[in-house]
């Protein structure tokens, strides 16, 4: 059989295929070749056949019958056989297949190998492809070599004992011995992947993160390494654009991130370092600012000092400035993130923030006005509305909507008058009216109802702002509405705010009716011009019958809403004109539904107002006999409303029954537990809840606090904790905050807290901060609860735990009585 071609010659034949079906049939007739080949059992031409069959792969073309060469490559002598047949392996090969357990002993031989480059091909294999399986059988010999004295092989099995670890997590401590003098070695490249290996230690156990901190004290091993990059002159061998080893500094800044967080000692060791990269850093080139972007995370995320916090807004404020968008971007999404905690520092670089809005950039655009609507406060909230108003006028449809809806709730917190505010929404309405979130009309109306003062000035505004031109159609349904309502005021000139105009109530009419015929007026836009049309009937004198017989019209509209709403309008003309004037009368001073409990924050030009607000009062007279009242304190089912629900999953209609085996024998009153009440029974309307308005924010001033903490349950990785506080205001109520922590190595997902008191309590049970506990202690889950106890009786709670955990449905209850007597007493 004549030699087979070399690879050189194979991709330039390849390369001169016109077609792609000219390519496939050259393919197709070098594949029928190297089968033929391997069914002979050519060992001479072996290697170059695998390299061929590597190069198709690589073109998208099916190798796999190329996976057994592979493993006898692996086992020749050759140093040139086993380099293509690792290679191969680590292509054509994964843990999916069982061919690859094949290899575990030639790994082994080869592990021990006397040539440091073949141990070197095994360890890159497994690093790349090891199964589990294989892992637990070769961890013994990469442990070894973790501890030789040949800085190559040393940086492989570094590497190869992270893929090690993140298949089998509980070899991580084989390997804890051999990384005490990891960090002693000169050779870089040892060093980068010890700090790889120490950063994978760290992330995936707590237990490890603690002992490194303390037993191993690595942080001032990390700070003698990088202050020595830093303080070392040039080195040809490390040197990118000027600076020393600029990967192994990123690497180093990223474990350190991880020691020091929620750790004083370790932050503070630490905090002298930080402040000389960011201020020894050169940032003329692309690699220093890589450096300092991680430098500003390491700050952001361990208990730093304050000025080398501001130390680092300040690089991103410089950031902003750079030409580059990539490192503008991430300089926003950085603020965005540290605004929260850090708000006057980034206050300082507003102008060049608000600048990057004018970036021709999208994502840096959308940042910008997001970072913006953080910024904004009682005493910058003209000079930025009218930046973001500008914005709003000049943007893409995409920022509309959110930009619109940033400046309704930014207006609302810190409007500085009435007038503003309304001048603020109008300006909105007319610049981005379509793109308007819903609930926008109704508050518009309410705000301008509740500003009696400003009827007269408003009407005329918006008389003015639809004046032959009706695209936004919100701000026209606004428009009809006021001029319903006010349209007497607007005849009248009656605005003291600016120059009054001269209107007739003709022209007035004109302006509704031509709304009402209007290609551009939706059937809800018709709805209110009709509508303030009608009431115009009872602000008006002149044009009583001009108004009937508009009204008259629509009797016979093919829009059945219209059509509707004229015949009832004709009947109040005809049959019940004598109720007209009252029915029609003007719309009294709204009350704002707060949500902000029994004292509403109020906010102006900055500074916090505490308004007073009533309490309800405890419902009187007997309550309705169902579990409605009898499970007030308990969450879910459909046969009682929470105030708050825990989760938005539904509920059969015998839900109340499984929440009265929750309650169990906690009934303090001895009376028999109610039964649930059948499927076919209406739900009876709750009694209003005597905890509705608290809020799920704590109330400054308000608020007792000292009183120590319980743990309520501690099972299977999962720990709730209560933390107490007691309102001044109402020492009858206990703020109970829950937090679940999993010290577990997988998430607990669809996690659900439900609590039951006893009937002489009530219970109000808030939303939680997440469904999911993270594994490992790296975040909690946080829910409020409210509990009301009028006649100071010793508090007692039987909890109900649902999660899923390792793909299995997880249940538990629990019943918590060691509550301290300063939560209830």
């Known amino acids: 059989m004549p ?33 033929s080949s391997f069914r002979e059992e050519d060992n001479t031409y072996r290697c170059r056949n695998v390299a061929k069959l590597l190069y198709m792969h690589m073109l ?60 070197g091909l095994a360890l890159c294999t497994l690093g790349c492809m090891g199964s589990s399986e ?33 298949k ?5 401590e084989m390997f804890l011995p051999a990384t005490k003098n990891l960090l002693n070695e000169k050779n870089h490249g040892v060093l980068h992947t010890s700090v790889v290996l120490l950063t994978e230690m760290c992330e995936r156990s707590p237990d490890m993160l603690a002992h490194f901190r303390k037993n191993e004290k690595l942080v001032p091993q990390l700070v003698r390494i990088l202050k020595n990059l830093i303080m070392s002159g040039y080195s040809p061998e490390h040197d990118v654009s000027g600076i020393s080893d600029p990967f192994l500094q990123v690497r180093i800044l990223r474990l350190l991130r991880i020691l020091g967080r929620n750790d004083d000692d370790s932050s503070e060791a630490m905090n ?87 970036d021709l950039d999208v994502s840096i655009k959308r940042r910008a006005m997001e970072l913006s609507f953080a910024l904004v406060n009682g005493n910058n909230i003209r000079g930025m509305m009218k930046e973001l108003l500008y914005f709003l006028d000049s ?110 109530e003709d022209e007035v ?68 004109d004598h109720m007209r004037s009252a029915l029609l009368e003007r719309m009294p001073v709204m009350e704002k539904v707060t949500t902000n409990g029994p004292t509403e924050i109020v906010q102006t030009n900055g500074e916090t107002e505490p308004a007073p607000l009533e309490t309800k009062p405890p ?51 001895g009376a028999p537990a109610a039964t649930p009440a059948p499927a076919s029974v209406p739900q009876i309307s709750q009694p209003p809840f005597l905890l509705d308005g608290l809020s799920s924010q704590p109330l400054f001033n308000d608020i007792t606090t000292g009183i120590p903490s319980i743990t309520a349950y501690s099972k299977n990785g999962l720990k709730i904790e209560f933390t107490f506080e007691r309102s001044n205001t109402n020492p009858s109520v206990t703020v109970i905050t829950i937090q679940a922590s999993n010290s577990t190595e997988l998430d607990m997902t669809d996690f659900v807290f439900q609590a039951a008191v006893p009937k002489t309590f009530q219970l109000q049970l808030l939303s939680p901060s997440s469904s999911i506990v993270p594994a490992f202690n790296t975040g909690t889950i946080t829910q409020v609860i409210k509990v009301l106890n009028p006649q100071k009786q010793q508090l007692r709670m039987r909890i109900k735990l649902t999660y899923n955990h390792k793909g299995s449905a997880m249940q538990d209850l629990a019943e918590v009585n060691n509550f301290p007597p300063q939560s209830w007493q």
């Open 272 to 358: 002298d370092i930080l402040a000389q990269v960011a201020t020894n850093t050169e940032t003329s080139k692309n690699v220093g600012n890589a450096i300092l972007y991680e430098t500003v995370l390491t700050i952001m995320d361990i208990k730093s000092e304050s000025g080398l916090r501001v130390l680092a807004i300040n690089i991103l404020g410089r950031f902003l400035l750079n030409n580059d968008k990539n490192i503008r971007y991430v300089a926003l999404t950085s603020l965005l993130k540290t605004v929260q905690t850090d708000h006057n520092a980034v206050q300082r670089h507003r102008s060049t923030i608000v600048d990057c809005l004018k």
């Open 395 to 504: 943007c893409e449809p995409e920022f509309k909507a959110d930009c619109a809806s940033g400046i309704f709730l930014a207006a609302e917190k810190y409007a500085p008058s009435k007038r503003w505010h309304i001048d603020t929404i109008m300006r909105v309405l007319t610049t981005a009216g379509s793109y308007v979130r819903d609930d926008a009309v109704p508050n518009l109306i309410q705000l301008i109802t509740n500003s009696v003062e400003m009827h007269a000035y408003t009407v005329q505004r918006l008389y003015k702002a639809i004046l032959g031109d009706y695209s936004q159609q919100p701000l026209v349904q606004v428009a009809a509405w006021c001029i319903g309502e006010y349209g007497d005021l607007l005849v009248s000139g009656q605005c003291e705010e600016e120059e009054p105009i001269q209107v007739t």
């Open 619 to 669: 419902p009187s007279g007997p309550q309705p006999t169902s579990q409605a009242n009898d499970l007030l304190d308990l969450l879910g089912g459909n046969d009682i409303t929470p105030v708050i629900p825990t989760a938005p999953t539904s509920k059969p209609a015998s839900a109340g029954g499984e929440l009265l085996d929750l309650l169990g024998d906690i009934n303090l009153t």
């Open 168 to 172: 089998v997590p509980e070899l991580m």
């Open 60 to 119: 998208g073309y099916p190798a796999h019958f190329g996976q057994l060469e592979c493993l006898k490559l692996i086992a020749s002598q050759k140093f040139t056989d086993k380099r293509i047949g690792y290679l191969g392996a680590m292509l054509l090969l994964d843990e999916r297949q069982d061919v690859h357990l094949l290899m575990t002993n030639c790994i082994k031989n080869d592990l021990n190998h006397s040539t440091q480059y073949v141990q």
């Open 3 to 35: 030699a087979p071609i070399r690879l050189r010659e194979l991709i330039r034949t390849i390369r001169t295929a016109r077609t792609q079906a000219e390519e496939r049939e050259m393919i197709q007739k070098e594949c029928a070749a190297i089968r």
């Open 509 to 576: 009419l004109d302006i509704l009716e031509s709304v009402l015929i209007s290609n551009m007026s939706t059937s809800v836009t018709r709805g209110y011009a009709l509508t303030a049309i009608m009431k115009l009937s009872t602000r008006f004198t002149c044009t009583v019958n001009r108004i009937k017989k508009v009204v008259s019209i629509y009797g016979s509209s093919i829009d059945v809403e219209l059509q509707q709403r004229a015949v009832e309008y004709n009947a109040l003309f005809k049959k019940y």
């Open 134 to 166: 294989m892992c637990r059988d070769l961890a013994g010999e990469v442990e070894k070599l973790l501890k030789t004295s040949n800085s190559y092989l040393r940086k492989k099995a570094a590497l190869c004992a992270v893929h090690v670890i993140r």
